[in-house]
């Protein structure tokens, strides 16, 4: 998978050399390259941003910038945007926009990105980049997802870019050694929060492993795990069990929802009114 990030800050991106996702890279599983913006510009102070247009606080990074950088980095469309015309043999690329007015970054579009075979992100600075720049890679037939990675606002789309390279480029086959440990994490299919772990010692300033798990017995463990993923899930996150697919639940499932206050009603689960 080819990802290219464009920033003014092409150093807060060192981090993607490190631990799994530098060993992705250096291997060739993932081939990640990142640019200076400023390498676009073609005045002599190497400008990004203007003044808005209506007036207001801070800059704004200028479209004629962004447009050259991304007419470099994505491949022109398959139909350059008119579907009547004959199709180029190009792979398309996605265009990734951080936002904090975008639509939130869950574990589904770390799943749908980690299928593509070139991302391209946009990071922002100052007030985000003129609107006509996503506007225009759509009209261009690119697929452009303006994300935000969680209802705060941060000084840059630097930490996004990497919150989500990190979310897919672990879903990349061969990234994670074990692919079995990435089953049954939180937000996975389930659609629950994981269960708790421990390791050694089974003894630590007093507080002992549950005993199920130090019992060899398979199906009692993954029965407890199971629970308390639910209880779990229905403590933190009522949100997620109220969505949850009512068929893919298990009589024991039911039950111990049922004690947690939770029930079947009209095929969802809702919550038993006080
Ligand atoms: C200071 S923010 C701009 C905020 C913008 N004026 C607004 O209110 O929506 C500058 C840049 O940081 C990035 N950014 C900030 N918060 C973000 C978030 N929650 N998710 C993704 N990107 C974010 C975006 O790239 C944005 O263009």
């Not at 080819?2 to 799994?20: C, E, G, H, K, W």
């Not at 798990?213 to 996150?237: F, K, P, V, Y």
């Amino acid at each position: 998978m080819r990802v290219d990030v464009v920033t003014i800050f092409p150093d807060y991106l060192a981090a993607l050399d490190l631990s799994l996702v530098g060993k992705a890279r250096r291997s060739g599983l993932l081939d990640l390259r990142v640019h200076d913006l400023r390498d676009w510009t073609t005045d002599r102070h190497r400008t990004v941003d203007d003044t808005p247009f209506g007036g207001g606080a801070g800059m704004v990074m200028r479209p004629d910038v962004w447009g050259r950088a991304l007419d470099d980095l994505l491949p022109a469309a398959p139909d350059g945007g008119h579907a009547d015309r004959e199709p180029a043999h190009v792979e398309p690329a996605h265009l990734v926009v951080p936002t904090p007015s975008g639509e939130v970054f869950t574990q589904r579009h770390a799943e749908a990105l980690a299928t593509e075979s070139h991302v391209v992100v946009a990071c922002g600075r100052y007030e985000g980049i003129d609107a006509r720049v996503a506007e225009h890679a759509r009209a261009a037939g690119h697929r452009v997802s303006e994300l935000s990675i969680g209802d705060y606002v941060l000084n840059g789309g630097e930490v996004a870019a990497l919150v989500m390279i990190e979310a897919f480029g672990r879903l990349l086959p061969g990234v994670v050694g074990n692919p079995h440990s990435l089953v049954e994490e939180s937000h996975g299919s389930a659609g629950l929060l994981e269960y708790p772990v421990y390791t050694k010692p089974p003894l630590w300033e007093g507080h002992e492993v549950p005993e199920v798990l130090l019992s060899g017995h398979h199906a009692r463990i993954e029965r407890w795990r199971r629970d308390q993923a639910l209880a779990r899930t229905a403590a933190r996150r009522p949100d997620m069990v109220a969505e949850l697919d009512v068929d893919g639940l298990d009589k024991a499932d039911l039950a111990v929802l049922a004690e947690l206050g939770w029930r079947v009603d009209d095929g969802r689960l809702r919550p038993v009114a006080e």
